[in-house]
């Protein structure tokens, strides 16, 4: 996988904390920010998808995959972002259509 560089600038006490993390977990400060990039990244996706599963533009199956995720996860990850799961029949069919 090719890979580029990215910079930003911080303070000097995130720095710090970040350096001190990076630490506790036996990491690099690289290798600790693309972690935290990753994660905070998943984060937003997932953030995103539910927003639009809320609003009905999308089913649970392309919300879960807007996510990233496993569907099976994404169910978990509901009640996270407040929503309870609305799947019917139809929503089935149309799954199911793709397969």
């Not at 972690?35 to 599963?53: H, S, T």
């Amino acid at each position: 996988m090719k890979t580029v560089p990215v910079s930003t600038r911080l303070e000097v006490r995130e720095t710090r904390e970040i350096d001190l993390e990076a630490k506790r977990e036996g990491l690099d400060r690289g290798s600790f920010l693309k972690k935290l990039i990753r994660r905070g990244f998943a984060d937003i996706r997932f953030d995103r998808a539910c927003e639009v599963y809320r609003r009905g533009e999308v089913t649970l199956s392309r919300a879960a995959e807007m996510a990233d995720l496993p569907l099976r996860d994404f169910i978990a990850r509901l009640s996270e972002a407040g929503l309870e799961l609305n799947y019917g029949l139809a929503d089935l069919k149309k799954d199911l259509s793709g397969l």
